[in-house]
Nanobody
Framework: QLVESGGGLVQAGDSLRLSCTASGRTFSRFLMSWFRQGPGKEREFVAAISRDGDRTYETASVKGRFTISRDNAKNTVYLQIDSLKPEDPARYYC????????????????????WGQGIQVTVSS
């Protein structure tokens, strides 16, 4: 089970950190990713992190503003969002994949085994 937290209403330009905590003892065996779905849009890949946390991959549209990290001791993956923009409001989902080996292939939604319920991020201008 994956449970996201940390969302809410923030102002444009602010920063926000999302967390996703997993239950179970095999967290470190999964590549972890964040996706988001904005109003009227399809869900899109945001970032992925390798099992040991040494490698990350962010989609071009968020690179430099979004940072994914993980703490395997806490079974938690994070998404740091800086300089929030009006295009960032969305429901953010974390996902876990046992199948995907490399972060570069993190965008393939069909390869994910577990998904969180998502958490809303709203940006006020």
């Amino acid at each position: 089970q994956l449970v996201e937290s940390g969302g809410g209403l923030v102002q444009a330009g602010d920063s926000l950190r999302l967390s996703c905590t997993a239950s179970g003892r095999t967290f470190s065996r999964f590549l972890m990713s964040w996706f988001r779905q904005g109003p009227g849009k399809e869900r899109e890949f945001v970032a992925a992190i390798s099992r040991d946390g040494d490698r990350t991959y962010e989609t071009a549209s968020v690179k430099g503003r979004f940072t994914i990290s993980r703490d395997n001791a806490k079974n938690t993956v994070y998404l740091q969002i800086d300089s929030l923009k009006p295009e960032d409001p969305a429901r953010y989902y974390c996902a876990a994949s046992f199948q995907i080996l490399f972060t570069d292939y993190g965008a393939d939604e069909s390869k994910y085994d577990y998904w969180g319920q998502g958490i809303q991020v709203t940006v006020s201008s």
